[in-house]
């Protein structure tokens, strides 16, 4: 069987040393924190704008390992580091990553595909979430 992924051509990936999910309101855990956070991990010279970036199809390859017994909602996971990449939240956020925009917004005709699993550990220093970003023209 063929992998879902094979029309798509792997751009960029980047781990990062923590596993968090969207509407965590605390102050130093907000979402424009963490997709700053995100951005800043990606590396911001990841991808030079392109002609037409802003018009290919994209997709998301997601894996992430998150410590402790808490509840951990594996569909909020995706949620900010799609947004991460998005133009239109990048400029809400008024991100100094501006550079690292993929898709003008993050809807269905410009993220095709998100793909998310993830697995408990036993310690915190153990954490971390691997994101693989493809792309097709």
Same mark, same amino acid.
């Given at each position: 069987?063929? /992998?879902?992924? /094979?029309?798509? @051509?792997?751009?960029? +990936? $980047?781990? #990062?040393?923590?596993? $968090?999910?969207?509407? /965590?309101? @605390? !102050?130093?855990?907000? /979402?424009?924190?963490?997709? &700053?956070?995100? @951005? &800043? %991990?990606?590396?911001?010279?990841?991808?030079?704008?392109? %002609?037409?970036?802003? !018009?290919?199809?994209?997709?998301?390859?997601?894996?992430?390992?998150?410590?402790?017994? @808490?509840? #951990? =909602?594996? &569909?909020?996971?995706?949620?900010?580091?799609?947004?991460? #990449?998005? *133009?239109?939240?990048? &400029?809400? +956020?008024?991100?100094?990553?501006? !550079?690292?925009?993929?898709?003008? =917004? *993050?809807?269905?005709?410009?993220? %095709?595909?998100?793909?998310?699993?993830?697995?408990?550990?036993?310690?915190? =220093?153990?954490? %971390?979430?691997?994101?693989?970003?493809?792309?097709?023209?």
């Amino acid at each position: 069987m063929a /992998d879902v992924f /094979d029309k798509y @051509r792997k751009i960029h +990936d $980047f781990t #990062f040393k923590r596993a $968090f999910t969207y509407a /965590d309101m @605390r !102050k130093g855990h907000t /979402d424009k924190e963490k997709r &700053e956070y995100i @951005r &800043e %991990e990606a590396g911001i010279h990841f991808l030079k704008k392109a %002609e037409g970036v802003l !018009k290919w199809k994209w997709a998301f390859r997601i894996h992430f390992k998150k410590s402790g017994k @808490r509840r #951990f =909602d594996v &569909e909020n996971v995706p949620k900010l580091i799609v947004d991460a #990449f998005c *133009d239109n939240q990048i &400029e809400k +956020d008024k991100s100094k990553y501006g !550079k690292v925009a993929l898709y003008k =917004d *993050d809807t269905v005709d410009h993220v %095709e595909l998100i793909q998310v699993s993830g697995e408990r550990v036993k310690v915190k =220093d153990e954490e %971390e979430t691997r994101v693989e970003i493809f792309r097709r023209q």
